[in-house]
């Protein structure tokens, strides 16, 4: 099961850290992402980490969003810097449950498909 937490209301330009907390599944052994709908759009991909703590970012937030696993608390976290209106949508952590996958192509972790596991979603609104 993940747990997703962390959304709130910021301004532009501001700051938020949303965190997806696992449990049945140590997330060190998993591909961990995050992905985000907003109103009317399709959800799309965010932002994806894997056991050996490669990562992956959709052009869209890469070099504002970081994406970090806690082993410790088996938790992973999604830091958003310089959050923009754009920003704004239902953020959705998501586990494939491919034990320690052989080398896949990016593509394949930013697709909706490949992930087994879903949290409830964690509100994000960044105002203008």
């Known amino acids: 099961q993940l747990q997703a937490s962390g959304g709130g209301l910021v301004q532009a330009g501001g700051s938020l850290r949303l965190s997806c907390a696992a449990s049945?599944?140590?997330?060190?052994?998993?591909?961990t992402a995050w992905f985000r709908q907003a109103p009317g759009k399709e959800r799309g991909f965010v932002t994806a980490?894997?056991?050996?703590?490669?990562?992956y970012y959709a052009d869209s937030v890469a070099g504002r969003f970081t994406i970090s696993r806690d082993n410790a608390k088996n938790t992973v976290h999604l830091q958003m810097n310089s959050l923009q209106p754009e920003d704004t949508a239902v953020y959705y952590c998501?586990?494939?449950?491919?034990?320690?996958?052989?080398?896949?192509?990016?593509?394949?972790?930013?697709?909706?498909?490949?992930?087994?596991?879903w949290g409830q979603g964690t509100l994000v609104t960044v105002s203008s």
């Open positions: 998501a586990l494939d449950a491919t034990f320690r996958p052989t080398w896949k192509r990016a593509g394949y972790y930013a697709a909706s498909t490949t992930y087994d596991y």
């Open positions: 049945g599944r140590t997330l060190a052994n998993y591909a």
């Open positions: 980490i894997i056991p050996g703590a490669s990562t």
